[in-house]
């Protein structure tokens, strides 16, 4: 088992620009999420998705969007990207059964510049 | 929504001392209650988790406790190593759904 996959791990882009960080999981989980983590402020939900075809909105949602057509992927898309949305982005999944345990993958860093 | 603040930010302790972590919970509904370690550049990790149902779990070292009443959880950790030294986070959520985390507590362990 891969576990959750991220990538790109390490990404620049300029204020406007738009891109796509992507995020797979070989475990059959059916929720999945994506976090962002900032000095200072812990990790911070943006969307989330109890299975395909259903997404939600997190605790930071502005400027991302997101969709879940196969369990397996859940992609995060920045439209219009900021300076502001400059961080560290985490995908993780969990079982969906009640156990709980989030399983992260390696992180994305994304610069805007 | 749910708010999860966590104390303190920082934490210092020798080798062999214990390592306390306090967090408190704003959303009288949540029931998992779980705790994450995050080592330098790597992906955050469970170390122990416990439900509403339960006021403490123990696992080696590591010990949680909860009080639902006061809706506050802390994280005990004894004998402390130089390997324990990372940020942990506690979060809190209703069922699986919606973790909301904590803002970290990078704790340093003196040899």
């Known amino acids: 088992n891969a576990g959750v996959t991220q990538t790109p791990k390490f990404q620049v882009l300029k204020t406007g620009q738009s891109m796509t960080l992507q995020c797979a999981q070989d475990m059959n989980h059916e929720y999945m999420s994506w976090y962002r983590q900032d000095p200072g402020m812990g990790l911070r939900l943006i969307h989330y998705s109890v299975g395909a075809g259903i997404t939600d909105q997190g605790e930071v949602p502005n400027g991302y969007n997101v969709s879940r057509s196969t369990t397996e992927d859940f992609p995060l898309r920045l439209l219009s990207a900021a300076p502001s949305q400059t961080s560290v982005y985490f995908c993780a999944s969990s079982y969906g059964d009640g156990t709980g345990e989030l399983f992260f993958g390696e992180g994305s860093r994304l610069t805007v510049l | 929504g749910e708010n999860v603040e966590q104390h303190p930010s920082t934490l210092s302790v020798q080798e062999g001392d214990s390592a306390v972590i306090k967090c408190t919970y704003s959303?009288?509904?949540?029931?998992?209650f779980p705790w994450y370690k995050q080592e330098l550049g790597k992906r955050p990790q469970l170390i122990i988790d416990?439900?509403?149902?339960?006021g403490e779990k123990k696992d080696q070292r590591i010990a949680v406790t909860l009080n639902k009443t006061a809706k506050h959880f802390s994280l005990h950790i004894t004998e402390t190593q130089p390997e324990d030294s990372a940020v942990y986070f506690c979060a809190a959520s209703r069922g699986y759904q919606k973790v909301t985390f904590g803002t970290g507590t990078k704790l340093q362990v003196i040899p």
């Open positions: 416990i439900r509403s149902n339960v």
């Open positions: 959303d009288s509904a949540s029931n998992y």
